[in-house]
Every structure is written in C-alpha cells, then in structure tokens.
C-alpha cells in the first residue's frame, strides 16, 4: 500500500508544480528541493482522501520532509 501511495503522490505532486513526476522520487525534500506550498499540498491532500475514501491529518504532513516520510503517514492514516 505505502508503495502505492508513494506513486500517486509523487505523480500529484508533479501534476500539482507542473513537472515531470521522473524528477521526483521518494527522496525529494518537500521544503528544500520543490518548495511545496501548503495550499498545493491540502490540494494533493483532498485528492488522496477522496480516492482513498478516508481522513488525513494536515498537520501530521507538516512534520515530514520528504515525500517518502509523507507516504508514510498517509500509509498509516490509510489503512
């Protein structure tokens, strides 16, 4: 599942900033490297709780630094 959600959200992300999703991968720091803003990131969240058909914590987001630490999280608010 995390494997999963790891692709959807670097594929958002990538839709999100208008990249190519090759550029990124699960190492990419979210505040160093692409500067995700908190409204594009509540966006990609909307997008996984309507798919996943679930909650997820914002504010639990706000302490990952990379997009594999943020599929983490969402793995586990998830399942």
Do not use: F, R, W
Request: aromatic share 4%.
């Amino acid at each position: 599942m995390k494997e999963e959600i790891l692709q959807k959200l670097i594929e958002k992300t990538a839709n999100k900033l208008g990249v190519d999703p090759s550029t990124l991968s699960g190492s990419t720091n979210i505040k160093t490297d692409i500067d995700l803003k908190s409204l594009e990131l509540v966006g990609i969240i909307s997008e996984l709780e309507e798919e996943y058909d679930c909650y997820i914590k914002y504010t639990d987001l706000m302490h990952a630094n990379t997009i594999e630490e943020s599929a983490d999280i969402i793995a586990k608010q998830v399942e």
